[in-house]
């Protein structure tokens, strides 16, 4: 059971937009920490996509968003693509687990 | 550009000890936090701890405290997360990363199986 909640899986066609909530609590997101996402392609590392709740690292299409309100935080694909295939994770961190870091439980996306 | 180069694979028995290594190359090893977290196979990822190499401060998540020791040698940009007393949920694998708030990068992983 994850602090955070994720949907399991998300499915979108080529083009079209999808979005990825991050639901959590007043003792994480609620309680001002920023909420991160990564991105991990089967078999490989997790990859910074979203920091500080908004901002995109360089070299991530702008077609990737983050937003953050109240306890909840969600990520937006626009324009999908087949290689947007992926599991995604949401992060934040925790004053009720003395300051521990949490993660979503991760959604997958397919590109169908 | 920070590059995080992690030990290989382990095999390892029930009840005994893994140190995973996570050598840094790139930047200054001491001005930025090292963070561990894990993902078992098929599962989400798990944030273990990060140690503050120029501090020396750690701090674990509760569910692995008394079981892990990260620990950092700044003179090889190195540092090591140690998991004691393994059982078989531990199977996973084992990623470093950089950063306190957001991680980035992260190291390829090491796979660490236990079983008897």
């Known amino acids: 059971q994850s602090v955070l909640t994720q949907p399991p899986s998300v499915s979108g066609a080529p083009g079209q937009r999808v979005t990825i909530s991050c639901t959590g609590s007043s003792s994480n997101i609620g309680a001002n920490y920023d909420v991160h996402w990564y991105q991990q392609l089967p078999g490989t590392a997790p990859k910074l996509l979203i920091y500080g709740n908004t901002n995109r690292p360089s070299g991530v299409p702008d077609r990737f968003s983050g937003s953050k309100s109240g306890t909840s935080a969600s990520l937006a694909i626009t324009g999908l693509q087949v290689e947007d295939e992926a599991d995604y994770y949401c992060?934040?961190?925790?004053?009720?687990?003395?300051?521990?870091?949490?993660f979503g439980g991760g959604t997958k996306l397919t590109v169908l | 550009q920070v590059q995080l180069v992690q030990s290989g694979a382990e095999v390892k028995k029930p009840g005994s000890s893994v140190k995973v290594s996570c050598k840094a190359s790139?930047?200054?090893?001491?001005?930025?936090?090292i963070t561990w977290v894990r993902q078992a196979p098929g599962q989400g990822l798990e944030w273990m701890g990060r140690?503050?190499?120029?501090?020396?401060?750690?701090n674990y998540a509760q569910k692995f405290q008394g079981r892990v020791t990260i620990t950092a040698d700044k003179s090889t940009s190195t540092a090591y997360m140690e998991l004691s007393s393994l059982r078989s949920e531990d199977t996973a694998v084992y990623y470093c990363?950089?950063?306190?708030?957001?991680?980035?990068?992260w190291g390829q992983g090491t796979l660490v199986t236990v079983s008897s």
């Open positions: 790139g930047g200054t090893f001491s001005s930025y936090d």
């Open positions: 140690i503050i190499p120029i501090l020396g401060i750690v």
């Open positions: 992060q934040s961190y925790d004053n009720s687990l003395r300051g521990s870091g949490v």
């Open positions: 990363a950089r950063g306190r708030e957001e991680f980035d990068p």
